[in-house]
């Protein structure tokens, strides 16, 4: 079995990681940059293919040179056998549908066609949730979203899956694909393993990913688009067809907004309350 | 997507000494053997005073079978031991080293989570070989049974697994073992009670204090009327860089007198004598507590059926050998005495004769004797009978009695340091509170030193440690005062008027009468055992790696 999995660097938005300016503008150079969390789900749903059926796992990102590190979290934390990093200039400001491409052509680079290829639910900074199934559209797989646990059969080639049906909680389906098959991990995945060579496998590998962290750059390769065959008016800001026509700060949540303190039992101090609530009564 | 049922050669349950010696016994014997221990890291539940004892006639010690155990997982030898008679103020002390280092290669004093952690790291390397290993936060809830017959475990977090042999080193409340129906949960005679603090002291102020050499230690005990009346003691053993205090009673007894366990430990840390030793500054790091079987009384004649073996406190195989407390010994070597059956049985071709081979086993390396010694089954007994233990009391107390102690003194500390003699002690309040009290107003000097500690209260205790709460793990099924008020007493983290503990007791208006009720909440539960043996519960350990954590141990 081989699994790849996607994944971003995002900051650590984190309780004394992340940091604002006075205007609430995350201030990107105080921030660390981390692993989405979102791909340590889809992590530990590839470990568990590793675990259960053999084989290894990988983990690919586009992004700056910077992302080595996250990569080096998803080996240490997550047991990521070896890395992919697909780096240069032309690949930068990309949206979702340019890194789709990219990534895509990177997966098809590999020597080993993966049998599975995991996505993170979505970013914490990006949100659109895009990426993956955009990914899977450019390989032209069969993909399953939100999926909650997975079963692989190796001898018929087939992947079963436990999977959220409109990423509601209360209707959960199962369903089967064939592999080479994509698969979008939902942030309610839990790897379960209920053997005990299931769980002595894990902890064999775990130490063993675990050592190797150390000197992850043995086990990292690099790309540029120029290594990919990519021509660079297809990814990277000149082939992101998304165009930002502006951003808007978010407003404050209402807890920090400022309050005017009413007592109720003052009518005429309830006067003002009045006044303001009357136009939306009336539909203006 | 296989759903056969998993098979190992030996599944052990528990990584405490007597499992840690079952699994590499069985691993040197080239046994494929699956290792499960439900604490987050084995040592994480376990508590014990601690010295440990290698025995010269035992046939396994711990360091035998886990060389560098000395270097690397235990605390400072033992090389001296101390009982101290009490009575008010007055405190007469004997040397009992005789009784230590009787038949003792060495003792050293450990801390559990120290100890065992290191075992199952050692544990696991080798079971691993066997292709098998050691999987904690795994909660064994009872056995496989086909057609009637054992055949493997089952468990909250795995798939049942099925075993040639299956070792329950599962501790004083082996779910295991009362599954099997071969121990019950019954009678409080059967069991002491541990509650033990572990106190942080600067190396350097231990060695001054106990004026012992930088890689030496000692032991003290205690006895005499600073408890109450209740039956049993307390230790103190010098760790490196911290002193294990503790106090060890018949669990009957802290019934009967409604002792408050953390109360009776209090008493101790804060006698007049302790001040030598204790200093102004007192840093609890650690409250904890534990049942403790009584092998006089618990110990399984024949520890086994179908393919199940119970070693150490599963198995009652804790002595008490009068004030000196080895399980641990016991433990080891039961535990590789068991394994030894299987590769025996097994090389036969015939593995189901492991339990019979064990049993004999356990007889011929005198094991069973020194469980079970006779000497108790013939006087001990018999001094337990009531109108004996009043008589004996009263002589003791008279004049007379009083007289034969100022004249024996001599013989007194002898008697006390004689293997043979200590093991026929009854089970009465002559040994442990009418003799040494009288041995302290007759021979005893009176203790000047003002002590000026003050222990933690039970919040504080309870807020110290470490849970992870996972569902509750007890049901009280008879809530009524009567059927299960003393827990609210013998519980170590709970008390009368304090709201904090596990067991609560009330007064409750139903159609206009009034009943004394109990109530339970296992939050602060540290899993001690009491209260399966003295209120009306379904009692279960909590899930795996659930439930208090202990640190020390
Ligand atoms: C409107 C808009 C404007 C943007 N402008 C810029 C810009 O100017 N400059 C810029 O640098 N970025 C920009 N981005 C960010 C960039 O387009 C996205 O971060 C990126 O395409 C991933 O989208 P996402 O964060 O929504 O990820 P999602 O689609 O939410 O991510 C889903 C999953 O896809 C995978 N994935 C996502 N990104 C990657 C990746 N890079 N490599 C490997 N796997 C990945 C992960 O598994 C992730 O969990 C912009 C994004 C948006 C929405
Ligand atoms: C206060 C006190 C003082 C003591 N002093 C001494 C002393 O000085 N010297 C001495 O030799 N002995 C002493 N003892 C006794 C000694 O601690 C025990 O006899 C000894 O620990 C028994 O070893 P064991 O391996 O049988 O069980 P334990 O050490 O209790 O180990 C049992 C193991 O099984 C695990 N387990 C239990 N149930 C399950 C389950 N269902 N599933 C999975 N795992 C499970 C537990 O987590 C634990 O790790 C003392 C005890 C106490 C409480
Ligand atoms: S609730 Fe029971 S097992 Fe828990 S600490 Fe109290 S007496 Fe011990």
Redesign the pocket.
Known sequence: MHTV??????PDFREGQVSFDEDGHLERGKTPTVM?P??KH?LRAAFQTKVRNGGHVSL????PPG?KEVLQEGMRDVYADDLYL?SDREM?????????M??ATGLQNLDEQPDLV??????????????????CWCLDWPIITHVLSLDIDEDAGTVRAKRLVDGDISEIETVEAPMPCFI?ADPEFEPTYRKASHRLNHKDLREETQERAEEYEDHLTVWDHEDLNLDPDYIG?DG?P?I?SGVDPIPKAPSEREATMIEADEREALEPVLDELTPYAAGD | MTDAVEEYEAVVVGCGPGGAAAAATLARNGVETLVLERGVDAGSKNVSGGLIYAEESAPYTIDGLFPGFREEATERPVTENIIHNIAGDKVKSFDIGGLHHHDTAWADAVLRRKMDSWLAQQVHERTRETGGGLLTEVHVTGLLRERGEIVGVTTEELDPIKADMVVAADGVNSELARDAGLMDWEEPEEWFQGVKAVVDMEPELINARFDVAPDDGTAHLFSGDLFDGVRGGGFLYTNESSLSIGTVFHLDSIAEERAEPHELLDSLLTHPLMAQWLGDEYDEREYSAKLVPDSKKAAHPSPHKDRLVLVGDAAGQMQAQGPIIKGMNHAVTAGALAAEAFADARARDDPSQAGDLYEKKLNDEGVMDKLRPTGYRVFGQLGELGPVDDLSNAIADSAVGRFGVRAAAGLLERAYSSPRLVSMIPDTKLPYVTLPTVIAEELGEPVTDENTVSPPDLADRIGDLTYDVGDPHIELVDKSFEASGTAVTACPVSAEDFGGGCYRDEMVQTNGSEEHLVSLDTQPCVECGTCAIVADTEWEHPAGGKGVEFNQG
């Open positions: 999995v996607m994944t971003k660097g995002v989405n979102n791909d889809a690919m990102s586009m992004g992302y697909l930068g400001a990309a949206d979702t549908w340019a890194t789709a990219t990534v995991f996505a993170g639910f979505k970013t914490a900074d990006g949100e659109t949730g895009h990426t993956g199934p955009q990914t979008v800001l992101s998304t930002v």
